[in-house]
């Protein structure tokens, strides 16, 4: 079992594995900074090298880190030139950064088309990440599937697919499954097998780099995107930990973007329902007892 959650970045790549560890967790996923703005600090190599001592004794693998790229890079709209080279250029500075700190993998949100035809969006987003990737890129870059909320791309298997097939160096480009933005596209997660195979079929599993694992507050086919606990929404747990458990995925990173609790970070107990695999619906006040009396 390869789970986690996001934790943040505010005390650099040592403070992340800090807080995996509090968590039970065994990877973790971070921005580099806020994912709702492009400003960033300086990395600190002195901490990432701590961070990895740290890594290193408690059986953390490095090589399932998972970084997340902002929300606000849109790589799908072309009409103002200007706004997606920005896009580009801000992701290559992403990526040399998980370069220093030795991350293997970054989500990215694939875009949306706003008022464009959906076609050349798709077409501009590989374009991008051929700007992007080249022969020396040590970052694999996941593609994230979405919920299908206004104009994003990237909300069904073909359109991943379509994103792929036009990538250039296809050894350096993934996807993330997320389970919320499945169900919010229309995909029914009681039935996953059939979902997993019409990915084999069209892209292949072995692209499956990354799962975020998020039940949702929405209702099949909403596309709205509104993540919930695990137990605690439409999906419900034993769907989850179907999902979890696969077989085919046994090796997989798995990672929770669950809500905060009362500002209190769920994960701890989540993680532990997971392995125990045995749901909870007393975990939002045990969540909120526990900050409170630490």
């Not at 050349?120 to 590989?126: D, F, G």
């Not at 990538?167 to 499954?177: A, E, L, P, R, Y």
Request: hydrophobic content about 35%.
């Amino acid at each position: 079992m390869i789970i986690g959650s996001h934790v943040n970045f505010n005390n650099g790549l040592l403070g992340c594995v800090k807080q995996a560890i509090s968590y039970g967790a065994n990877t973790f996923m971070f921005y580099t900074g806020a994912p709702q703005n492009t400003i960033r600090k300086e990395l600190d190599l002195n901490n990432a090298n701590l961070a990895m001592k740290l890594m290193e004794k408690e059986n953390i693998d490095i090589n399932n880190i998972i970084c997340h790229a902002p929300y606000i890079v849109n790589l799908a709209n072309k009409e103002i030139l200007s706004k997606w080279e920005f896009s580009i250029n801000f992701l290559k500075n992403e990526i040399n950064r998980c370069e220093q700190l030795g991350i293997k993998y970054m989500v990215v949100h694939p875009g949306s088309c706003l008022k464009n035809d959906r076609n050349e969006c798709l077409k501009n987003i590989s374009d991008a990440l051929n700007y992007i990737i080249n022969y020396d890129t040590k970052v694999t870059i996941l593609i994230e599937t979405m919920a299908g909320k206004g104009t994003e791309c990237g909300i069904n298997t073909l359109e991943i697919k379509t994103i792929l097939d036009n990538i250039i160096f296809k050894d350096k480009i993934g996807v993330c499954i997320d389970t919320c933005h499945l169900n919010d596209s229309g995909i029914d997660l009681k039935y996953f097998d059939d979902y997993l195979n019409e990915f084999d079929k069209l892209i292949g599993i072995n692209k499956i780099k990354c799962i975020h694992v998020n039940d949702s507050k929405n209702v099949l086919g909403s596309k709205k995107d509104r993540h919930e606990n695990i137990g605690f929404g439409t999906i419900g747990f034993d769907n989850l930990i179907n999902i979890i458990y696969h077989d085919k995925l046994k090796n997989v990173p798995k990672i929770l973007e669950t809500p905060y609790i009362d500002e209190y970070p769920p994960y701890k107990f989540e993680i532990k329902e997971i392995y125990e695999k045995k749901y909870n619906p007393s975990l939002k006040e045990d969540v909120i007892s526990y900050y409170k009396n630490l």
